[in-house]
């Protein structure tokens, strides 16, 4: 968690392969979405962390101007229970 309350991810190469496969779907007038869940109970928005995986970043960036949605859920636990948040945007 940042102090502005950004929820990071850090996806791995395979993150990315897959969002390179959105793409391509998306090129061929697919509709394509990308599904982010979010455990920061705290978090009011969500942005890929450029600084551990840029691949991830450029590509997520690319593939948003290209039409993808992102949908990005927040969920909490509370007391062993697992609590829907709402849905933060994307920065």
Do not use: W
Request: charged share 20%; proline share 8%; aromatic share 6%.
């Amino acid at each position: 968690m940042t102090a502005s309350r950004s929820s990071l991810t850090p996806p791995t190469e395979r993150c990315t392969t897959h969002l390179r496969t959105l793409r391509q779907l998306r090129i061929s007038e697919s509709k394509t979405a990308l599904l982010v869940l979010s455990f920061a109970p705290k978090a009011i928005r969500f942005s890929p962390n450029h600084d551990t995986v840029p691949n991830f970043s450029l590509e997520l960036r690319e593939a948003v101007s290209e039409g993808l949605e992102v949908i990005v859920p927040k969920f909490s636990f509370v007391e062993g229970s697992l609590i829907y948040e709402g849905v933060i945007p994307l920065c």
